[in-house]
């Protein structure tokens, strides 16, 4: 049965960048220390690449961006159709912008991470990078923020489940199930995967929802429904003309994220402070919240870069500009045909 589950899930789910956009090699200065050569050397500092052992025997390869002014560290567990090498300038910026460690793997099978890609490695694909912060980088569940975009919300929603002291949970553009995407059924049945709309009410953190309104890989009805169902809620983000693909090049993404992170970080003080007064901390998490009103039409859609975020945040808030496709979008129409691009 569980086999059965497995392969449905690598039909409709997984579709790793072929061939990888990225290698891993020994550093040329010695020391035994991994680089990703095709990052740029001016930005290596600070980041390590790593390989980890899975509990299921694959080894997958994980980067993580130091910030030294970091209050928290995010696990980033990215979309169905991006590697590490696509995902890195960004973890870099959101790693600046937020003032966060971060810290983002490739699932087994993707990349250079070995294995193939299932529901359950993926499960143990989080665990070990989740083990790797406790052991190597001495981070309590307190400051881990867990980020799950697309079919990343699956991994990152089993862990949350089982984890009652994380910081934060953040879902971007996620699912309820892999089942759900394809049709909307009331009832989990055995045979769906990635079972978000099960799992959601165990999460005892604050939960952040980000998903574009006119998504049409997945409906935007799956961040609304999870958001209600989770039991801290904070104030989502819906992007008005967003699609599946495209999220982080509007301004609101990022303004929104470090409103989110600085809340949490807020929130910790709060509970480990005596006579913290509740209206200091302007919380957000309250089950009547109203959406984000930072939600708007996009006044162009030109073609863009996708080197930085910094041409569509911060000079002109205002305007925003759309990109046809962003650097994590695979979403063509080949792929579509083949099943489902998360």
Known sequence: ????????????????????????????????????????????????????????????????????KAGATLLYSHGNAADLGQMFVLFVELSSRLRVNLIGYDYSGYGQSSGKPTEYNTYADIEAVYECLKESYKVEDEDIILYGQSVGSGPTLELASRLPNLRAVVLHSPILSGLRVLYPVKHTYWFDIYKNIDKIGLVKCPVLVIHGTTDDVVDCSHGKQLWELSKEKYEPLWVKGGNHCNLEFYPEYVRHLKKFVSYVAKRKTASSSKGFEAENSEPKNMADSKPSSEIHEPSSRPDASRISLDSRIGNNPGKVDVPEKSRMSTDNSDKRKKGLVW
């Open 1 to 68: 049965m569980g086999a059965v589950t497995s392969t449905i899930a690598a039909k409709l789910a997984f579709f790793p960048p072929t061939p990888p956009s990225y290698t891993v090699v020994l550093d040329e200065r010695g020391g035994g220390r991994l680089v990703i050569p095709e990052i740029s050397t001016a930005v290596r500092e600070g980041v390590d690449v790593l390989r980890l052992r899975t509990r299921r025997g694959n080894e997958i390869v994980a980067v993580h961006v130091k910030n030294p």
